[in-house]
């Protein structure tokens, strides 16, 4: 499986960015979304069943962040709105065959390259 994010960039707090997620290769089971900040350990941000039915937020996503995916292609939505300095990470896509959500990174088996979030205050 081959994993390349997108749509991150510099953005005012309380602005948003939509990061995009193109997966091919062979088939997952489910999609995730996770950051890492400087200096602190890489976290859980939002997941989903591949088919949608189950979705999973951190508790700083809810409410804010939507995942989603376009069933016409393989592309995985992270919609993020009303951002804060504290969301200045490198975002991650990744992706599992085995079926279930996991929250935890050593659950996923395949990583896209992180894409950059800057949030200035």
């Known amino acids: 499986v081959q994993l390349q994010a997108s749509g991150g960039g510099l953005v005012q707090a309380g602005g948003s960015l939509r990061l995009l997620c193109d997966a091919s290769?062979?088939?997952?089971?489910?999609m995730s979304w996770f950051r890492q900040a400087p200096g602190k350990e890489r976290e859980i941000v939002s997941a989903?069943?591949?088919?949608?039915?189950?979705?999973f937020y951190a508790d700083f996503a809810k409410g804010r962040f939507t995942i989603s995916r376009d069933n016409r292609n393989n592309t995985v939505y992270l919609q993020m709105n009303r951002l804060n300095f504290e969301d200045t990470a490198a975002y991650y896509c990744?992706?599992?065959?085995?079926?279930?959500?996991?929250?935890?990174?050593?659950?996923?088996?395949?990583w896209g390259q992180g894409t950059l979030v800057t949030v200035s205050s």
């Open positions: 290769g062979r088939t997952v089971s489910a």
């Open positions: 989903m069943t591949w088919r949608g039915d189950r979705k």
């Open positions: 990744a992706a599992r065959r085995f079926s279930g959500i996991g929250t935890m990174a050593r659950n996923y088996e395949f």
